[in-house]
């Protein structure tokens, strides 16, 4: 079987931007590479997000250390829905933002639960405050459109005739 190469696409780093113009090879940046980065800059810009981020990795990391924790979590779930599936902490990744796109909405549905247990617990644990409620969640809507192209984008289907 013969192949035609049209062009390379590969990610920002320098060099593969080399050996492409060294080859004579046209190429062309990966999109969502490019979105990952852009994305991860623009949360890491802004103090308030840096800090909602940092108190909501602290609260995922609580229940990830300790399984006294996350059985109480689950206990307090399954008593509110019993057909249900206990749901747990998402755990996000600092090179990708959307295992913190992930991280936060998993949060939010959890919010009542974590509030029960901060209630009920003897546990020292730090919560985002009410504002940083409000900006997690503004940041999940947000979100949601770069996780939507990252998906359409990822598919095994996809051209990079879609990048607009």
Sequence with gaps: MLF????FVHDNAAVAVKVSRDGGWSYATCAIH???????RALGAQRAVVDA??????LVGHFR???????VLEKLQRERNPEEQPLKVVQDVPTRWNSSFYMIQR?????????????TSSAALTQPSSNQWDLL???VSILTHAEEITKDMSRADACISQVS
Excluded: N
Aim: hydrophobic share 50%; charged share 20%; net charge positive.
């Design 137 to 139: 969640d503004a940041l």
């Design 65 to 71: 250390h300790s399984a006294k924790a996350t059985a």
């Design 107 to 119: 949060l939010l549905l959890l919010r009542p639960y974590i509030r029960e247990y901060a209630r």
């Design 34 to 40: 490019t979105l990952q980065l852009a994305v991860g």
């Design 53 to 58: 981020l940092a108190v909501a990795c602290k």
């Design 4 to 7: 035609q190469v049209h062009a």
